[in-house]
């Protein structure tokens, strides 16, 4: 039987078989048989990564494919459908809290516990921070518990940056302002003042992906 080579694209050789030779069990049919599973119509994967471009969102970046690690750079690296960190954050905030109660400053050191999700366009997030119990002045001027939520969770652009709620278990709510950037450190800030009584909190943390 007489082969003849043809190659087709630029990765893909198809072996088409015709003419008859007059070897035994020939039937003059025209045969094709591909070399090493290859064919014509596999899927494209123009940046080689492995994913072709039926499941790579963007088939001329090798460093995004399914399965990635999702990084803050306005692209989808994990092709889920969420651009830059999504899913569960948690961490620790360290929060200062410093009140001016009655003339005289009070300042108090906190450790409060993060949890967020950041989804599609938003980043739900909560800090609560548990002053501790012995201390009559924190359990006075902030309360059993104060809780930190965004008053918009809605995410555009690298940071998320708006009004914070600080509300506290003694009744008392007032807003602060509030950023959580991924540019470089997963670091949250929040500062704020009462009517009431001068008080201010300075936070930052760190956040991890869970
Ligand atoms: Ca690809
Ligand atoms: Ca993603
Ligand atoms: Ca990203």
Redo the contacts with the bound molecule.
Sequence with gaps: MMWTLLTLGCSTTTVIGGGDTGDAGDTGDTAIAVDSGDSGEAPRDLDADGYDYTVDCLDLNADVHPGAT?IWNG??????????A?GAWSGSIAVTATAVYEGRPYSFALSCPFVGTRGLDRFDWTVTCTPDPEDEDAQRMLGSSLTITPEDAAVEGQTWEGTAIVASTSGWDTDAAAEIGWSTLDAARFVSSLSAFSLTLDAKGNLSRD
């Design positions: 999702e692209l989808d690296d994990d092709c889920d459908g969420v651009i830059d999504d």
